[in-house]
């Protein structure tokens, strides 16, 4: 949806000037995963109860050994994903969910706590990654890396291939106050839980109306505009109609994220290839192993199907 970014066509507009950009990212993904449980907790006559009294929070050491081959797993997972421009911390969280119960043969969505730590390990270690492609070729990994790009900007540094000769240090630096922020996280997290829990803890007819007011506000301020609104509540919309009917809403909100980069990839390697046969693109040695690879796993995963 929008325009096609090397000629500037303009797909399922439908005139409208709120999608010549696309759907927001923002907007779907708040619909999908925030708008659709307001909606379908107000749909249960009997409302949720939490437990008011939280016993221990912080995680035992054994447990970190228990799930050590997720944590090393979605550490590397978020880390590569990091690294692709533009890929972002969501789809590092959502690849790792998949990865990871595919490793373990186990469903996460019964309630595992494995599931989490694929899918928050892998968010982590995608900053990092994420900011390899912004600090040294000037491509954000994701929209906090380019509000942080933007941010430096405008400080006078200016990010790519010279910032270590232009600003000597300021990568260690970075990646320095990185590692000192993951530890900041880790006891802030552990002292705003119960508090948090209090705050949940509340009846649904006071705590709903705060949280979609968030949502509103979260989706109205990516572009200023209403029209991201409806498309939040619009995604909330659909993503209830399909949890209702059995249809996994992950693998929408992947195609949303990877669409867009999808689209504009295919359009460069039809500009790119135009002319030649099918032997003279096969004969690059990379992107035939890529296209072998790919290929590959498409049927590996066809056959395990059946």
């Given at each position: 949806?929008?325009?096609e970014?090397?000629?500037?066509?303009?797909?399922?507009?439908f005139?409208?000037?709120?999608?010549?950009l696309?759907?927001?990212?923002?907007?779907?993904?708040?619909?999908?995963?925030?708008i659709?449980e307001?909606?379908?907790?107000?749909s249960?006559?009997?409302?949720?109860?939490?437990?008011?009294?939280?016993?221990?929070?912080?995680?035992?050491?054994?447990?970190?050994?228990?799930?050590?081959?997720s944590?090393?797993?979605?550490?590397?997972?978020?880390l590569?994903?990091?690294?692709?421009?533009?890929?972002?911390?969501?789809?590092?969280?959502?690849?790792?969910?998949?990865?990871?119960?595919r490793?373990?043969?186990?469903?996460?969505?019964?309630?595992?706590?494995?599931?989490?730590?694929?899918?928050?390990?892998?968010?982590?270690?995608?900053?990092?990654?994420?900011?390899?492609p912004?600090?040294?070729?000037?491509?954000?990994?994701?929209?906090?890396?380019a509000?942080?790009?933007?941010?430096?900007?405008?400080?006078?540094?200016?990010?790519?291939?010279?910032i270590?000769?232009?600003?000597?240090?300021?990568l260690?630096?970075?990646?320095?106050?990185?590692?000192?922020?993951?530890?900041?996280?880790?006891?802030?997290?552990?002292?705003i839980?119960?508090?948090t829990?209090?705050?949940?803890?509340?009846?649904?007819?006071?705590?709903?109306?705060?949280?979609?007011l968030?949502c509103?506000?979260?989706?109205?301020?990516e572009n200023?505009?209403m029209?991201?609104?409806?498309?939040?509540?619009?995604?909330?919309?659909?993503?209830?109609?399909?949890?209702?009917?059995?249809?996994?809403?992950a693998?929408?909100?992947?195609?949303?994220?990877?669409?867009d980069?999808?689209?504009?990839?295919?359009?460069?390697?039809?500009?790119?290839?135009?002319?030649?046969?099918?032997?003279?693109?096969?004969s690059?040695p990379?992107?035939?192993?890529?296209?072998?690879?790919?290929?590959?796993?498409?049927?590996?995963?066809?056959?395990?199907?059946?």
């Open positions: 949806i929008g325009r970014e090397i000629y500037g066509y303009e797909r399922f507009t005139g409208s000037m709120h999608l010549l696309g759907l927001s990212l923002v907007a779907s993904v708040i619909g999908t995963f925030g659709v307001i909606i379908d907790s107000l249960e006559p009997i409302p949720y109860r939490l437990p008011e009294k939280v016993g221990k929070i912080a995680p035992l050491p054994k447990e970190f050994f228990r799930y050590w081959r944590i090393v797993r979605s550490n590397i997972v978020g590569l994903i990091g690294i692709l421009p533009a890929a972002g911390a969501t789809m590092s969280a959502f690849v790792s969910y998949g990865m990871g119960e490793a373990t043969r186990k469903k996460f969505s019964d309630g595992d706590l494995e599931g989490i730590v694929c899918s928050e390990v892998a968010g982590n270690s995608n900053i990092g990654g994420a900011l390899l912004t600090l040294l070729i000037g491509i954000p990994g994701s929209a906090g890396t509000m942080f790009m933007a941010a430096l900007n405008l400080h006078g540094v200016i990010v790519g291939p010279m270590e000769r232009e600003q000597p240090g300021i260690y630096f970075i990646y320095g106050c990185l590692f000192i922020a993951n530890f900041a996280m880790y006891f802030i997290g552990l002292a839980i119960k508090p829990v209090r705050l949940f803890s509340l009846p649904r007819e006071i705590l709903f109306p705060i949280i979609t968030i509103v506000t979260g989706a109205y301020l200023s505009d029209f991201d609104v409806y498309v939040m509540f619009g995604f909330g919309i659909l993503a209830l109609i399909m949890r209702k009917t059995g249809f996994p809403v693998p929408m909100v992947l195609g949303i994220i990877l669409g980069m999808l689209d504009g990839n295919l359009r460069r390697a039809m500009v790119t290839f135009e002319g030649m046969t099918i032997w003279q693109i096969l690059r990379i992107g035939t192993a890529l296209i072998i690879i790919l290929l590959f796993t498409f049927i590996r995963a066809l056959y395990k199907k059946k």
